[in-house]
């Protein structure tokens, strides 16, 4: 990490053992203030919904993340949540505000939550002697630093940003189920800032709590907002491109989608991460980065045709999907959904492929059964207007093996690890045969061939790797 020491941080508070306060204690700010606070910091959180407050205060993690638990125990009485906006600005230096920037309706994101907090803030601030560093890490629209979010902290605080308080933008390239790896590992840091005291004070902050020594990117507001969505629509991009070239793949005698994406994977201008080719991106960021990107574009008369191509083929990923089941499903069929999650590792199923298919399937008629080891009862809440609609409900599976056992067609939708424990004794015997529909090759389809039809997205009819496991 380049380090950029300037002048003015010698004389304020030390940003290596600054106190760290986290407005909004949700997916992302409670494994953020937890992260820190094992390291060593002070960090205090504020959040409006009080039952993630007190949750914080008896050491249980208000929501669910891989490691967030353990890194709460490590923390100890060094984390500690609140209610009120002076104490947190008081008895800290720095503050990051990581609440929600809700989606439009054409595409944008609304940042009034991250405005409302920086006005609280910037209340709070008034009465505050010395420097205070405000982060913004919620994903914001191109433009909204400098026309919403800096004059809102201005007008409430009564101070310049580059004076006696800094502004930056520093959103998070994380990922649910990941985010703890994520936080502690960067591939990047971001900073869009203020004035050059703030951008310094917040990447030598970085520098004392990364370990693993990432690359600072520095700039302005308007080009680091940008990026935020310029890296999300990039990878994006990537996962399309694989789909696409999947979908071509199956139609492909000898085609193989493994086999394909792993050589491009090889070249240094290209990489192997998000090439792996199966089903669509979901989640509470991706698709709605790329369609911010893609209403961006249209707002200055400079189209983004590949943001709009990679979201188009992104929603064929879906009907696509459920063609196929329902050319495989027997009459009075149901259909086994394995992975409910948007992707493994996590309890949400925001646009996740597999709920949406479960959606349409339902919305038919058909009965449904489904497993996730995480995500089930999120699923059963989202499907509720399906429910009462007067479909068939979605039948939650109690395990992996029950959900195996129900199903005429069988879809591993999300690449759970458990998932590539299904032994051919879990197919119950029937007079038609059972079909596997692996989106993401995870079983060893030649196993299986006494008991069902083994159908791998990506490959052709008589691909040499349509039996293959794929690790
Ligand atoms: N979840 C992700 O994978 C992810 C990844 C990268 C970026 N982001 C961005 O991070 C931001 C937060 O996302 P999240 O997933 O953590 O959201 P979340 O909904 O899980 O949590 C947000 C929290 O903020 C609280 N909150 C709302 N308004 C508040 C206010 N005015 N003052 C104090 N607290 C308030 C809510 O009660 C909630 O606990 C969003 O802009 C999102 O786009 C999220």
Redesign the pocket.
């Known amino acids: 990490m380049i380090t950029i020491v300037d002048d003015d941080t010698r004389t304020g508070p030390d940003p290596r053992t600054a106190a760290v306060s986290i407005?909004?204690?949700?997916?992302?700010?409670?494994p953020m203030a937890a992260c820190y606070a094992s390291m060593g910091r002070r960090v205090v959180g504020?959040?409006?919904?009080l039952g993630?407050v007190e949750s914080i205060n008896r050491g249980v993690a208000?929501?669910t993340e891989p490691e967030l638990q353990r890194l709460m125990d490590e923390a100890g009485d060094r984390l500690s949540a609140t209610g009120d906006w002076a104490e947190i600005v008081a008895s800290t230096d720095l503050t990051f505000?990581?609440?929600?920037?809700p989606s439009l309706a054409d595409g944008g994101?609304t940042s009034r939550?991250?405005v409302?907090?920086c006005e609280?803030i910037g209340e709070a601030l008034r009465g505050k002697a010395g420097f205070h560093l405000v982060v913004v890490?919620?994903?914001?629209m191109p433009g909204s630093m400098d026309r919403e979010v800096r004059p809102a902290l201005e007008a409430a605080s009564g101070k310049r940003c580059g004076v006696d308080v800094g502004l930056c933008y520093s959103?998070?390239?994380?990922?649910?189920g990941t985010?703890v790896r994520d936080f502690l590992n960067p591939d990047l840091v971001l900073i869009g800032e203020s004035d050059p005291r703030s951008g310094a004070f917040l990447e030598s902050f970085y520098q004392s709590v990364h370990a693993n020594n990432p690359p600072v990117a520095r700039m302005g507001f308007a080009n680091a907002e940008l990026t935020?969505l310029a890296v999300n629509t990039f990878v994006t991009t990537k996962i399309s491109f694989a789909n696409m070239l999947a979908a071509i793949c199956e139609r492909l005698p000898g085609g193989d989608i493994d086999a394909v994406t792993g050589a491009l994977g090889l070249d240094s201008r290209i990489g192997p991460k998000s090439l792996k080719g199966g089903l669509g991106y979901g989640?509470?960021?991706f698709p709605?980065?790329n369609r911010a990107l893609a209403r961006l574009a249209l707002d200055l008369e400079a189209p983004a045709a590949i943001a709009e191509a990679t979201d188009a083929i992104n929603r064929l990923q879906v009907p696509r999907l459920l063609e196929l089941v329902k050319s495989r499903l027997p009459a009075g069929g149901a259909v086994g959904v394995l992975g409910l999650a948007y992707k493994a590792g996590t309890d949400?199923v925001e646009e996740s492929t597999g709920l949406e298919l479960a959606r349409c399937l339902l919305a038919e008629g058909i009965p449904v059964w489904a497993y996730d080891p995480l995500a089930l009862d999120n699923a059963v809440r989202a499907l509720g207007a399906v429910r009462a609609s007067g479909d068939s409900s979605l039948r939650a599976a109690p395990s992996l093996e029950a959900c195996v056992g129900a199903a005429d067609v069988l879809v591993l939708a999300t690449p759970w690890p458990e998932f590539a424990t299904i032994q051919p004794e879990m197919i119950r015997r029937r007079p038609g045969r059972t079909a596997i529909i692996d989106c993401w090759r995870m079983l060893d389809g030649r196993r299986f061939a006494g008991v069902a039809d083994y159908v791998p997205l990506g490959v052709g009819e008589s691909g040499a790797a349509d039996l293959r496991a794929v690790a």
């Open positions: 407005v909004g204690l949700g997916k992302l700010g409670s504020l959040d409006l919904d993630k208000p929501v505000v990581i609440v929600p920037t994101f939550f991250v409302s907090a609280a890490s919620s994903t914001v959103p998070r390239f994380i990922a649910l985010v935020k989640g509470p960021c709605r980065d949400i």
